[in-house]
């Protein structure tokens, strides 16, 4: 069993460290628990796909086109350092006791850095979800989206 689960992890931190990067998998956390996908379309945007826990009550699908608005290399030997800013849908199940479908507009503003001596990324972002809940006992506005700060970290491959 060790034999396995250690052959299983070199072969996902393999795929880390494959050069042409055009792809990210990674974890996010902070006004929501999720987990991300990016999909490189050029060198200055790309698309973004979150499944993750909005406001830690229910379930939602969003998907962002960013643009990459800014890079500056403050420190060249350590990493490549970033400004992102984007916009999408959101779509999902708002409180796992009384379900409401949520409807929303996602923007997305990220700083980060990308190290150049291994392919992973960490950055501070802010990803408003606005937009009507229907059904439920929260149906209405959603308002938890307007403070959904967060700190992510993703593998690119």
Request: proline fraction near 4%; aromatic fraction near 18%.
């Amino acid at each position: 069993m060790k034999k396995l689960v250690l052959s299983i992890f070199l072969c996902l931190a393999s795929v880390c460290f494959v050069d042409a990067q055009k792809n990210a998998l990674g974890l996010r956390f902070g006004g929501a628990a999720e987990i991300l996908y990016q999909r490189s379309l050029s060198t200055k945007n790309f698309l973004q796909f979150t499944l993750g826990s909005p406001n830690y009550d229910g379930f939602t699908v969003t998907g962002i086109y960013n643009w990459r608005c800014c890079q500056w290399d403050w420190t060249p030997q350590a990493c490549d350092w970033y400004l992102n800013a984007g916009v999408g849908a959101a779509l999902g199940f708002y409180d796992f006791d009384d379900s409401g479908l949520l409807f929303g507009v996602a923007g997305s503003c990220a700083f980060g850095c990308l190290f150049k001596r291994a392919p992973i990324s960490i950055e501070i972002d802010y990803r408003p979800v606005v937009g009507p809940v229907i059904g439920g006992h929260h149906e209405g506005f959603y308002t938890p989206g307007f403070w959904n700060f967060g700190f992510a970290i993703a593998c690119h491959f």
